[in-house]
């Protein structure tokens, strides 16, 4: 999961990617708004969380901006404002949540797995049924069979959900490289890993759709 974090203290700035890199995700962070939505601009994130009270732009600009050109992307905002007036218009403008500081870093890994679920996977499932028996724990990014966890790899769990966040339709290449990876990677590595998945599940679970991409089909 690609995340941008937009926070101009440094020390928290720091901590939040930290955690959030042990968990598996992958986090740009920038101290300034501009910055953030010219990144926002040049690649696709999975989840932004944004302070309000940043330099140059703040995060509820950030916000309207993106709103205006289209742009769905999940915002959290993570804020020091507890005024109830601009909580009000956090949401208005099109936050899915906010969160106030100070906050534990497990609060806001939380709410990240929560907006996900919601608004990516569009489920408020903790669990989505796959073909050949197979469910999928959306908040855990787990992968299950016959209530037997299936062993896999932080990579391997986020080609499993980027897949089940496509039932049906057809994941290419460069999807799995911006979503999995975050990084330009050789093509035929992306293609290794994927196969040595399919060999770990029963069936034909990960279908291979020859020169486009591969897919989970809806069960």
Do not use: H
């Not at 968990?23 to 920038?30: E, L």
């Not at 569009?122 to 796959?130: M, R």
């Not at 391997?156 to 089940?164: G, H």
């Amino acid at each position: 999961m690609n995340i941008l974090l937009l926070e101009d203290e440094y020390s928290l700035r720091m901590s939040i990617k930290e955690y959030l890199s042990d968990c598996g995700f992958f986090v740009d962070d920038f101290r300034n708004g501009e910055d953030a939505i010219d990144a926002i601009y040049s690649k696709t994130y999975d989840i932004l969380l944004l302070d309000i009270k940043v330099p140059k732009k703040s995060g509820m600009a950030v916000l309207r901006e993106l709103r205006e050109a289209k742009i769905k992307t999940p915002v959290i905002f993570i804020s020091s404002i507890t005024d109830m007036e601009q909580l009000e218009k956090s949401y208005e403008a099109g936050c899915c949540d906010y969160v106030r500081k100070p906050f534990e870093l497990k609060e806001l890994y939380l709410r990240i797995m929560q907006a996900y679920k919601s608004n990516i996977l569009k489920t408020t499932e903790d669990f989505l049924s796959l073909p050949y028996g197979y469910r999928f724990d959306t908040k855990k990014l787990i992968l299950k069979k016959d209530e037997g966890e299936i062993v896999l790899t932080k990579k391997e769990a986020l080609i499993i959900a980027i897949l089940v966040e496509n039932l049906g339709s057809v994941v290419t290449i460069d999807d799995f490289q911006n979503y999995v990876w975050g990084e330009d990677i050789d093509p035929t590595n992306i293609r290794v890993q994927i196969n040595n998945l399919r060999k770990k599940l029963d069936g034909n679970l990960v279908v291979n759709v020859r020169g486009f991409g591969y897919k989970i089909d809806k069960n």
